[in-house]
């Protein structure tokens, strides 16, 4: 009986603290809030025709699940926007179809400026494949926010190759097994120009989570992965992963011996992007007031904290709304050949 | 070891002030709130609480969201005994006998085994990450997509031996389980399987409708076909903790449960639902009386319940050891951490000690003080969910079942599937068609199914299923497991016994 009653007071005293802590927590940050509003926002002006947008919340779709890369941008992207636009942004994530669900689903919400899509690099090659069925012109892209730096990697401590060169040399001899994220999606043709460029055996193999995939690396059940340089940064600098080739311009800080593709003569140096889209037909003073806040938000060094921790701040990511819709373009006719040589697709849907 | 001694006794110290040990027992208490709401899960309130933690410091904000996700684990077994309503994914199984233990009148002592067992797998899961986390992460890496094929495997051969009366009804259902894994985007091509150009349907079936719908809303039509006056039979729900005889009776039971669990929660990818399905079978496959299980058998209850919790425990071994995410939770776990600028890896234990030992020593209180805190939880809980008619209450559950599952991904499609997959078990339930083989071939279809894959490409070939002795000895058990109720119901007819065998 004793037990009993020990136990109900004890849920009473640990409810009751509960109920103080969360109080006091909820407390803190409501009163630190406007005090840090006043001199970290910048003021922009309002649209010209709405001078009281936004009126309500806003809503980031998001469409990949949470806790992933697109997830993570979209909330690290809403914290100083919601600060400069004085509304909360509520974050939704609509997963599926390596992100088509996502991009539908803004199209069927009113173009009225409440509602952002926060997107990627499958958007063009949904868009060529018809997983989205819908057209770029029903679409206006905002901005492009992160652009991220490509990879090859390796197991650090794997005995038959621990550079770019000898890497080669047993891929022209043996067949190698290199995994990326996704099925005819970004990392697939990134592998597939890379190796290619190379000349060397391969073959692809698709993993649905990173997680996995650095831990097939690890576990020397694949020979390597494309990948970008945050999401295994902990395995890099553990030494259990190594990239040995990157695909960028030029030699990434803090990776100076780890040479380029371009070094090689090989012209691959896209990347991974993320950025936003708002659907076609919301009013221009929105968007273009829309396209400022964000560009705001992407110079705050709140964001930009959150860059350098993630690895994305290696190069430039913003572009504006007609820079971000002309590399769409560009990047749906490019998609459209290579996909079309991989055999994802039989005839180059006509999107643009 | 004087090294991790003196590491532990770090984490208690760097959790000793107020607000960590309020959080942490907030923590536990929003744990059983979210745990035991059908539709809202450990993984969404974490990444619901996630920003809130920013003002925080980093230990204080992780030791909350590392209670929340240990405890949710847990509490979604209560709704899942009482109203056969799994709180979270992870209680699936448990309401195979859970539910059934209930029914025939034990809820106490139903939920004291599942509180008891998962009480046990997290404790000793979280002793085990105090202790050999490291060594464990490497261990678990060396299992590639042919082991992790033929563990898969194994558990999907014992749906044979689920429904002993009638294995071909068990297998159908299997098959019909992993039917519904094959809808969507195949995600080793790209390809669309079974979609009919339905866009959302390219995401695949989202287990949780189908799983609610199944057993939730089902079990739901049949409460509300009963007479309204009828009076509540269950009034007060007190927990039974199992009796030290009852206990020594599990104990093969936890043996194999617990390393099962948490081995399966380190292998990325591969969550605490999955580990109590994988329990589960393997419980049915070793016991002496197969038949018993779905008639509410305290076997039924311990293994997944210890598993589930022991392999949340496993989740974390690989997140905090490596930084690799080993399921839903510890992916937005890890995506929270990087924004506290922290990054969990094989180095965090040299650079951020008082952190790691901080988050590992919380996870050991959480579940310790699941046996101590549930009790007045489910009294509360019961209280109130049992005042309300039976009647209404069926309709409730359906409007839990149908909230929750169009907040997994904001989709109208599925609280129609839930809807759809609520009349589906029903009838097939009318008609004597066992539900769990549905479940389990749900949940590990596509993984099967890619593993194997992925094992073809990577390895060259088929004979890569036989290339270690890991995978080469659990598929032949597979196939051993998948037959022998075949043989020995074939040899029972043939002595001319009566046995309850496949045929009718």
Same mark, same amino acid.
């Given at each position: 009986?004793?037990?009993?009653?020990?136990?109900?007071?004890?849920?009473?005293?640990?409810?009751?603290?509960?109920?103080?802590?969360?109080?006091?927590?909820?407390?803190?940050?409501?009163?630190?809030?406007?005090?840090?509003?006043?001199?970290?926002?910048?003021?922009?002006?309002?649209?010209?025709?709405?001078?009281?947008?936004?009126?309500?919340?806003?809503?980031?779709?998001?469409?990949?699940?949470?806790?992933?890369?697109?997830?993570?941008?979209?909330?690290?992207?809403?914290?100083?926007?919601?600060?400069?636009?004085?509304?909360?942004?509520?974050?939704?994530?609509?997963?599926?179809?390596?992100?088509?669900?996502?991009?539908?689903?803004?199209?069927?919400?009113?173009?009225?400026?409440?509602?952002?899509?926060?997107?990627?690099?499958?958007?063009?090659?949904?868009?060529?494949?018809?997983?989205?069925?819908?057209?770029?012109?029903?679409?206006?892209?905002?901005?492009?926010?992160?652009?991220?730096?490509?990879?090859?990697?390796?197991?650090?401590?794997?005995?038959?190759?621990?550079?770019?060169?000898?890497?080669?040399?047993?891929?022209?001899?043996?067949?190698?097994?290199?995994?990326?994220?996704?099925?005819?999606?970004?990392?697939?043709?990134?592998?597939?120009?890379? *190796?290619? #460029? !190379?000349?060397?055996?391969? &073959? =692809?193999?698709?993993?649905? $989570?990173?997680?996995?995939? /650095?831990?097939?690396?690890?576990?020397?059940?694949?020979?390597?992965?494309?990948?970008?340089?945050?999401?295994?940064?902990?395995?890099?600098?553990?030494?259990?992963?190594?990239?040995?080739?990157?695909?960028?311009?030029?030699?990434?800080?803090?990776?100076?011996?780890?040479?380029?593709?371009?070094?090689?003569?090989?012209?691959?140096?896209?990347?991974?992007?993320?950025?936003?889209?708002?659907?076609?037909?919301?009013?221009?003073?929105?968007?273009?007031?829309?396209?400022?806040? *964000?560009? #705001? !938000?992407?110079?705050?060094? &709140? =964001?930009?904290?959150?860059? $350098?921790?993630?690895?994305? /701040?290696?190069?430039?990511?913003?572009?504006?709304?007609?820079?971000?819709?002309?590399?769409?373009?560009?990047?749906?006719?490019?998609?459209?050949?290579?996909?079309?040589?991989?055999?994802?697709?039989?005839?180059?849907?006509?999107?643009? | 070891?004087?090294?991790?001694?003196?590491?532990?006794?770090?984490?208690?110290?760097?959790?000793?002030?107020?607000?960590?040990?309020?959080?942490?027992?907030?923590?536990?208490?929003?744990?059983?709130?979210?745990?035991?709401?059908?539709?809202?899960?450990?993984?969404?309130?974490?990444?619901?609480?996630?920003?809130?933690?920013?003002?925080?410091?980093?230990?204080?904000?992780?030791?909350?969201?590392?209670?929340?996700?240990?405890?949710?684990?847990?509490?979604?077994?209560?709704?899942?005994?009482?109203?056969?309503?799994?709180?979270?994914?992870?209680?699936?199984?448990?309401?195979?006998?859970?539910?059934?233990?209930?029914?025939?009148?034990?809820?106490?002592?139903?939920?004291?085994?599942?509180?008891?067992?998962?009480?046990?797998?997290?404790?000793?899961?979280?002793?085990?990450?105090?202790?050999?986390?490291?060594?464990?992460?490497?261990?678990?890496?060396?299992?590639?997509?042919?082991?992790?094929?033929?563990?898969?495997?194994?558990?999907?051969?014992?749906?044979?031996?689920?429904?002993?009366?009638?294995?071909?009804?068990?297998?159908?259902?299997?098959?019909?389980?992993?039917?519904?894994?094959?809808?969507?985007?195949?995600?080793?091509?790209?390809?669309?399987?079974?979609?009919?150009?339905?866009?959302?349907?390219?995401?695949?079936?989202?287990?949780?409708?189908?799983?609610?719908?199944?057993?939730?809303?089902?079990?739901?039509?049949?409460?509300?076909?009963?007479?309204?006056?009828?009076?509540?039979?269950?009034?007060?729900?007190?927990?039974?903790?199992?009796?030290?005889?009852?206990?020594?009776?599990?104990?093969?039971?936890?043996?194999?449960?617990?390393?099962?669990?948490?081995?399966?929660?380190?292998?990325?990818?591969?969550?605490?639902?999955?580990?109590?399905?994988?329990?589960?079978?393997?419980?049915?496959?070793?016991?002496?009386?197969?038949?018993?299980?779905?008639?509410?058998?305290?076997?039924?209850?311990?293994?997944?319940?210890?598993?589930?919790?022991?392999?949340?425990?496993?989740?974390?071994?690989?997140?905090?050891?490596?930084?690799?995410?080993?399921?839903?939770?510890?992916?937005?776990?890890?995506?929270?951490?990087?924004?506290?600028?922290?990054?969990?890896?094989?180095?965090?234990?040299?650079?951020?000690?008082?952190?790691?030992?901080?988050?590992?020593?919380?996870?050991?209180?959480?579940?310790?003080?699941?046996?101590?805190?549930?009790?007045?939880?489910?009294?509360?809980?019961?209280?109130?969910?049992?005042?309300?008619?039976?009647?209404?209450?069926?309709?409730?559950?359906?409007?839990?079942?149908?909230?929750?599952?169009?907040?997994?991904?904001?989709?109208?499609?599925?609280?129609?599937?839930?809807?759809?997959?609520?009349?589906?078990?029903?009838?097939?339930?009318?008609?004597?068609?066992?539900?769990?083989?549905?479940?389990?071939?749900?949940?590990?279809?596509?993984?099967?199914?890619?593993?194997?894959?992925?094992?073809?490409?990577?390895?060259?070939?088929?004979?890569?299923?036989?290339?270690?002795?890991?995978?080469?000895?659990?598929?032949?058990?597979?196939?051993?497991?998948?037959?022998?109720?075949?043989?020995?119901?074939?040899?029972?007819?043939?002595?001319?016994?009566?046995?309850?065998?496949?045929?009718?």
């Amino acid at each position: 009986m004793s037990k009993k009653v020990s136990t109900k007071s004890l849920i009473l005293v640990g409810a009751v603290l509960a109920l103080v802590v969360l109080a006091g927590f909820t407390g803190c940050v409501g009163e630190q809030k406007p005090a840090e509003q006043a001199p970290e926002a910048p003021q922009i002006p309002k649209p010209a025709n709405h001078p009281n947008y936004p009126e309500r919340p806003i809503t980031f779709i998001v469409n990949y699940g949470a806790g992933g890369g697109t997830d993570r941008f979209a909330r690290a992207m809403a914290a100083p926007m919601e600060k400069i636009l004085g509304q909360k942004i509520v974050v939704v994530n609509i997963p599926g179809g390596a992100g088509s669900i996502g991009e539908d689903y803004l199209l069927k919400q009113p173009a009225d400026g409440y509602y952002v899509l926060a997107m990627g690099s499958d958007f063009p090659i949904n868009l060529v494949t018809g997983r989205n069925p819908n057209d770029l012109d029903d679409y206006y892209p905002l901005a492009r926010v992160q652009y991220d730096t490509g990879t090859i990697m390796i197991n650090a401590k794997d005995s038959r190759f621990s550079n770019l060169d000898e890497f080669l040399e047993y891929a022209k001899k043996n067949k190698v097994v290199i995994a990326g994220t996704g099925a005819g999606g970004f990392d697939e043709v990134m592998v597939t120009k890379f *190796a290619k #460029a !190379a000349g060397i055996k391969y &073959e =692809y193999v698709t993993y649905d $989570k990173a997680g996995k995939m /650095h831990a097939a690396l690890v576990g020397g059940h694949i020979d390597a992965m494309f990948e970008e340089f945050g999401p295994p940064m902990s395995l890099i600098e553990s030494g259990d992963v190594k990239p040995i080739v990157v695909f960028a311009e030029k030699r990434v800080e803090g990776f100076e011996d780890v040479p380029t593709a371009l070094e090689y003569g090989w012209d691959i140096t896209q990347g991974r992007w993320r950025g936003f889209l708002l659907k076609a037909g919301v009013p221009e003073d929105i968007a273009q007031y829309l396209e400022q806040v *964000a560009y #705001a !938000a992407y110079q705050t060094p &709140e =964001y930009k904290e959150f860059e $350098k921790n993630s690895y994305l /701040h290696l190069r430039e990511g913003w572009l504006g709304h007609e820079d971000f819709t002309k590399l769409i373009k560009k990047e749906i006719q490019d998609y459209a050949e290579i996909l079309k040589e991989l055999g994802y697709i039989e005839e180059p849907q006509e999107t643009v | 070891m004087s090294g991790v001694i003196s590491g532990i006794l770090m984490g208690f110290t760097s959790i000793l002030d107020p607000l960590t040990i309020g959080l942490l027992i907030a923590g536990v208490i929003i744990g059983l709130f979210a745990g035991a709401t059908p539709g809202i899960s450990g993984t969404m309130i974490v990444a619901i609480l996630l920003p809130l933690t920013f003002k925080l410091d980093s230990i204080p904000a992780f030791v909350m969201l590392t209670a929340v996700y240990a405890v949710a684990v847990f509490s979604g077994s209560i709704t899942a005994v009482l109203f056969r309503t799994p709180g979270a994914p992870e209680a699936a199984a448990t309401t195979f006998d859970g539910y059934t233990m209930a029914k025939k009148g034990f809820p106490h002592k139903a939920l004291g085994y599942a509180m008891f067992s998962s009480f046990l797998g997290g404790t000793l899961g979280a002793i085990a990450l105090l202790l050999i986390a490291p060594q464990l992460a490497r261990f678990a890496l060396k299992f590639g997509p042919a082991e992790t094929f033929a563990l898969i495997l194994m558990a999907l051969a014992m749906i044979s031996s689920l429904d002993v009366k009638n294995q071909t009804k068990a297998i159908l259902m299997g098959i019909f389980g992993l039917f519904l894994a094959m809808i969507g985007m195949d995600y080793m091509t790209g390809v669309e399987r079974y979609t009919f150009g339905v866009p959302i349907l390219s995401a695949g079936l989202h287990f949780i409708p189908v799983l609610l719908g199944l057993f939730a809303v089902s079990e739901a039509l049949r409460m509300i076909q009963e007479d309204p006056e009828v009076k509540q039979k269950i009034e007060k729900i007190k927990t039974t903790l199992p009796t030290w005889e009852e206990f020594k009776r599990l104990i093969p039971t936890y043996i194999r449960a617990f390393p099962l669990g948490l081995f399966i929660g380190i292998l990325p990818g591969v969550g605490a639902t999955t580990a109590s399905l994988v329990a589960y079978s393997t419980e049915v496959r070793s016991s002496k009386t197969p038949e018993k299980f779905g008639t509410g058998i305290p076997q039924g209850i311990a293994a997944p319940e210890c598993a589930n919790n022991a392999a949340a425990m496993g989740a974390l071994v690989i997140l905090l050891a490596l930084g690799i995410p080993g399921s839903a939770t510890t992916a937005v776990m890890l995506g929270g951490l990087i924004l506290h600028g922290l990054r969990p890896g094989p180095l965090l234990f040299t650079l951020y000690p008082k952190f790691a030992y901080a988050i590992m020593v919380a996870a050991l209180i959480a579940n310790i003080l699941i046996i101590i805190m549930s009790p007045a939880f489910i009294r509360f809980f019961s209280n109130v969910v049992f005042r309300i008619p039976r009647g209404m209450l069926g309709t409730l559950i359906i409007l839990f079942c149908v909230v929750g599952s169009f907040a997994m991904r904001n989709n109208m499609f599925d609280v129609w599937a839930v809807l759809l997959f609520g009349l589906v078990g029903y009838v097939l339930e009318r008609y004597g068609y066992p539900l769990a083989p549905i479940v389990i071939g749900l949940v590990l279809g596509s993984l099967a199914e890619t593993e194997f894959r992925r094992t073809l490409i990577t390895q060259g070939g088929f004979m890569g299923f036989f290339s270690s002795p890991i995978s080469t000895g659990l598929i032949l058990v597979s196939i051993f497991v998948f037959v022998y109720p075949f043989i020995k119901s074939a040899i029972a007819s043939r002595r001319g016994l009566k046995v309850g065998s496949g045929k009718e």
